[in-house]
């Protein structure tokens, strides 16, 4: 029990409660990791040409940073444990800004995942922690309202990366957008220092204490994660091709996308607002019953090709970006609440989830495509569902029901 102890003694030492200023910097830090991962996607034909490869080569960066991101979270956020968190975030953000200043001068396919890889190392340091920072902080009433706050830059930047990498490719190029990444690393980063209170690390800890996968309720969060976004990433990589299938135009399109983010922030910050008054497991239950119906009604407008009604597929947008970011707020809420002492780990270890999840359900939608924009969100469907039922079935087994 002594070291338990030790390590409540140091974490506790920024206790007292900070106001908006802290969780909006790491917001901003989560937001630039999350444009760092998701915009460089609109950007891969011209990527390609720029570096004499194939769109399908080019293609194998954004790989590179998934992967690398599900590898190296759980391994840094162990490694790291010790580390002062500031310091650690600071630290973590001017790697990322250097490391996209790499990628943006990368003169070969090979330097540029090099880069890639280095990137994901960085956020695979800084997400992480930045959450688990938010979560020590916050008032115990208002915790995950912050974690949804510091989500939410993540959130953000997932939402509006494909529209405005659309955009953006458009008025500047690959190499000047990474460049504004790393720049807007390095804002968040003064901020960091500005505004964050001194927050020491925990005990040095090392990999042992990937154990906590041993402990009841980790890894059935965990798998509901990947589940989750299985289902919530099985039709959303392939979103454009459905929406190109009910005849809209390009415009239409963006608005769209535009549209699932807008449901996507605020069903971060709503789903914040209810884990802290109805519990984790009510909002859970809900986010993956309103993915299920929003896929079922989006599936019947793909095979009966619903066309002429923009209103009817926008509300069904905003329900689906909705649905699918109103998971993290309460998985990352309740794993902090059965693991506080290793909160950065169980965090990183979701964030890990997440990626896996990510890739997935890309692979599924690839593979069910083929067959018609219905058959892909019949896929995400049914894995929602199978969310819904593991999500019912382990609130029977959860101490109080929750």
Known sequence: MGDVAETIDRTV?????????????????????GTDA?????????????????PAEAGHSVTAFAL??????????TLASALPRRALLVGALAFLALANIGSALAPSLGILIATRVAAAAAAA???PNAVAAAGLLARPEAKARTLALVIGGLTVATAIGVPL??????????????????????????????????????SRVGMRRMSVLKRPGVAGTLFLTVLGMSAAYAPYAFTVPILDALSM??????????????????????????TDRWGAGRVLRFAYAHMTVTFAGLAAASLWLIQG???????????????????????????????????????????????????LGTALGGATIGFGGSVTLGCGMSLALMALLCARTERRSRPGGE
């Not at 460089?40 to 990527?47: C, N, Q, T």
């Open 13 to 33: 030492e920024a206790a007292p409660s900070v106001g908006l200023g802290v969780p909006l910097m790491l917001a901003l830090g989560t937001f630039a990791v």
């Open 38 to 54: 998701f915009i460089v996607a609109a950007f891969l034909p011209a990527m390609a040409d720029g570096l004499a490869v194939t």
């Open 68 to 77: 690398s991101y599900a590898i190296l979270a759980p391994i840094i956020a």
């Open 125 to 127: 340091a800084y997400s």
């Open 165 to 202: 990498g659309r955009i953006a490719s458009v008025v500047i190029d690959w190499r000047a957008a990474l460049g504004l990444v790393a720049t807007l690393a390095l804002i968040a980063a003064v901020g960091v220092v500005v505004t964050m209170p001194r927050v020491a690390g925990a």
């Open 249 to 274: 135009t390009d415009g239409a399109v963006v608005c769209m996308l535009v549209l699932y983010g807008a449901g996507a922030i605020a069903g971060n910050y709503v789903a914040g607002l209810l």
């Open 309 to 359: 009604r923009p209103v009817l597929i926008g509300a069904l947008m905003v329900c689906w970006g909705a649905g699918v970011w109103s998971q993290n707020p309460a998985q990352i809420h309740r794993l902090i609440a059965i693991a506080p002492l290793e909160a950065p780990l169980v965090v990183a270890l979701n964030a890990s989830a997440v990626y896996v999840g990510i890739a």
